[in-house]
């Protein structure tokens, strides 16, 4: 009995461990399977279907109007008129019947006129209307080689370039007493903490306008956590680096300028996001205004990189790596713009906006412990002047910016 009992426990010691693990879901998507295949009794739909649908984007054609459309409700969608400014217009779509978070492309023909608003409605095989507004109607640019050269161009203008700028401070930086390098280092912290703020309102804006099928606002707060746990992730390794280098004191003010530099590009990743798919739909005012606002907001965000590594003086690496530091927090602006401008969508918009956030806040919270004075406090008077120095500043050069 011992020996056929000891066989047994052999056997099932020798089966695979992802057999056991996946035995209850085989088990369960069998009763999904048999419930389906019967119809689901006992939940017939009572009542009239609830039928939603969230415009996405809007194509502007000579003669047309496109809207991008996705069920944002449980309910198949069936879209019988089209009304443009109260008049009905002949349409067409790629699909009749528009199922659970599917997408669909309506096409209305109508001559609209540039620079006036219109006002489309879809209305639906039950009489749901839904309303969308098109405010100064500007033709869709064509996406072609010259487009994305000028998407490029308006990454580097309000990216790239005013992050190199701010760069530019760290001599000067070098060059100011130690306690002013605190200072500079709690106005970094509240210069990232308006760009968190901003991501987040950015993100549940997006995500109010269009990703409701896909969670609305839960987008945001899921990018938000997912990166933070990414970056703190990174963190770790780092430190883990940080501990077998010759020179710790340099790691360690690397590791928080690299954190800094990426929290900033996922915010800039957002924020030429927000800007391309502006000027997709013709509602960018690209003029001196904006690229001047643009400049002297992300400026500051080249200082916020560079106040980490202010007491950290080996010029012979410095080049290279704030070179690189300087790419990795404005160049994202040139990605984001490319997407909105050829593929927007407000679901992605919402869970970027939400990854900037996260990282944003994982690199607060590094940065927070070089705030404390010699008795511990993090939030002494030096500290809470650069807090609110870089709260204002950010607000101050914000007012500036209009997309």
């Given at each position: 009995?011992?020996?056929?009992?000891?066989?047994?426990?052999?056997?099932?010691?020798?089966?695979?461990?992802?057999?056991?693990g996946?035995?209850?879901?085989?088990?369960?998507?069998?009763?999904?399977?048999?419930?389906?295949?019967?119809?689901?009794p006992?939940?017939?739909?009572?009542?009239?279907?609830?039928?939603?649908?969230?415009?996405?984007?809007?194509?502007?054609?000579?003669?047309?109007?496109?809207?991008?459309?996705r069920?944002?409700?449980?309910?198949?969608?069936?879209?019988?008129?089209?009304?443009?400014n109260?008049?009905?217009?002949d349409?067409?779509?790629?699909?009749?019947?528009?199922?659970?978070?599917?997408?669909?492309?309506?096409?209305?023909?109508?001559?609209?006129?540039?620079?006036?608003?219109?006002?489309v409605?879809?209305?639906?095989?039950?009489?749901?209307?839904?309303?969308?507004?098109?405010?100064?109607?500007?033709?869709?640019p064509?996406?072609?080689?010259?487009?994305?050269?000028?998407?490029?161009?308006?990454?580097?203008?309000?990216?790239?370039?005013?992050?190199?700028?701010?760069?530019?401070?760290?001599?000067?930086?070098?060059?100011?007493?130690?306690?002013?390098?605190?200072?500079?280092?709690?106005l970094?912290?509240?210069?990232?903490?308006?760009?968190?703020?901003?991501?987040?309102?950015?993100?549940?804006?997006?995500?109010?306008?269009?990703?409701?099928?896909?969670?609305?606002?839960?987008?945001v707060?899921l990018?938000?956590?997912?990166?933070?746990?990414?970056?703190?992730?990174?963190?770790?390794?780092?430190?883990?680096?940080?501990?077998?280098?010759?020179?710790?004191?340099?790691?360690?003010?690397f590791?928080?300028?690299?954190?800094?530099?990426?929290?900033?590009g996922?915010?800039?990743?957002?924020?030429?996001?927000?800007?391309g798919?502006?000027?997709?739909?013709?509602?960018?005012?690209?003029?001196?205004?904006?690229?001047?606002?643009?400049?002297?907001?992300?400026?500051?965000?080249?200082?916020a990189?560079?106040?980490?590594?202010?007491?950290?003086?080996?010029?012979?690496?410095?080049?290279?790596?704030?070179?690189l530091l300087?790419?990795?927090?404005?160049?994202?602006?040139?990605?984001?713009?490319?997407?909105?401008?050829?593929?927007?969508?407000?679901?992605?918009?919402?869970?970027?906006?939400?990854?900037?956030?996260?990282?944003?806040?994982?690199?607060v919270?590094?940065?927070?412990?070089?705030?404390?004075?010699?008795?511990?406090?993090?939030?002494?008077?030096?500290?809470?002047?650069?807090?609110?120095?870089?709260?204002?500043?950010?607000?101050a050069?914000?007012?500036?910016?209009?997309?």
């Amino acid at each position: 009995m011992e020996a056929t009992r000891a066989t047994a426990e052999r056997q099932r010691m020798g089966r695979p461990a992802w057999l056991a693990g996946a035995a209850p879901l085989a088990v369960l998507g069998a009763v999904i399977a048999v419930f389906l295949a019967l119809g689901a009794p006992g939940l017939n739909r009572i009542g009239v279907p609830q039928e939603k649908l969230a415009v996405e984007r809007t194509v502007l054609r000579p003669g047309e109007i496109e809207l991008r459309v996705r069920n944002d409700g449980a309910d198949p969608v069936r879209i019988r008129q089209v009304i443009v400014n109260d008049g009905f217009a002949d349409f067409q779509q790629s699909t009749k019947r528009i199922g659970r978070l599917g997408s669909d492309r309506v096409t209305a023909h109508y001559p609209w006129i540039e620079g006036q608003d219109y006002d489309v409605s879809l209305v639906t095989a039950t009489g749901v209307t839904i309303d969308h507004q098109i405010e100064a109607a500007a033709e869709t640019p064509a996406t072609d080689v010259g487009f994305y050269g000028l998407m490029a161009l308006i990454g580097l203008y309000v990216g790239v370039i005013p992050v190199a700028i701010g760069m530019l401070w760290l001599p000067w930086v070098r060059r100011i007493d130690a306690r002013w390098v605190q200072f500079l280092l709690a106005l970094t912290v509240g210069l990232l903490a308006f760009l968190g703020i901003d991501a987040v309102l950015e993100g549940v804006d997006f995500a109010g306008g269009g990703a409701q099928s896909f969670g609305g606002p839960l987008l945001v707060f899921l990018g938000a956590v997912i990166a933070y746990l990414a970056l703190a992730g990174v963190g770790n390794h780092l430190e883990a680096r940080q501990q077998r280098a010759r020179a710790a004191g340099s790691a360690r003010a690397f590791q928080l300028a690299f954190l800094v530099a990426l929290g900033i590009g996922l915010h800039n990743l957002g924020e030429g996001l927000a800007i391309g798919s502006a000027y997709a739909i013709g509602s960018l005012a690209l003029g001196a205004t904006l690229v001047v606002g643009f400049a002297l907001h992300n400026t500051t965000e080249g200082l916020a990189i560079v106040a980490p590594v202010a007491e950290e003086h080996t010029r012979r690496t410095a080049i290279g790596r704030l070179a690189l530091l300087g790419l990795l927090a404005g160049a994202p602006a040139i990605l984001g713009a490319w997407i909105g401008a050829s593929a927007f969508d407000s679901s992605l918009a919402a869970f970027l906006f939400g990854l900037g956030a996260g990282a944003i806040a994982q690199v607060v919270v590094q940065i927070a412990p070089s705030l404390r004075d010699a008795t511990g406090r993090l939030l002494h008077p030096l500290a809470v002047g650069g807090l609110v120095s870089g709260l204002v500043l950010m607000y101050a050069t914000s007012l500036l910016v209009s997309v």
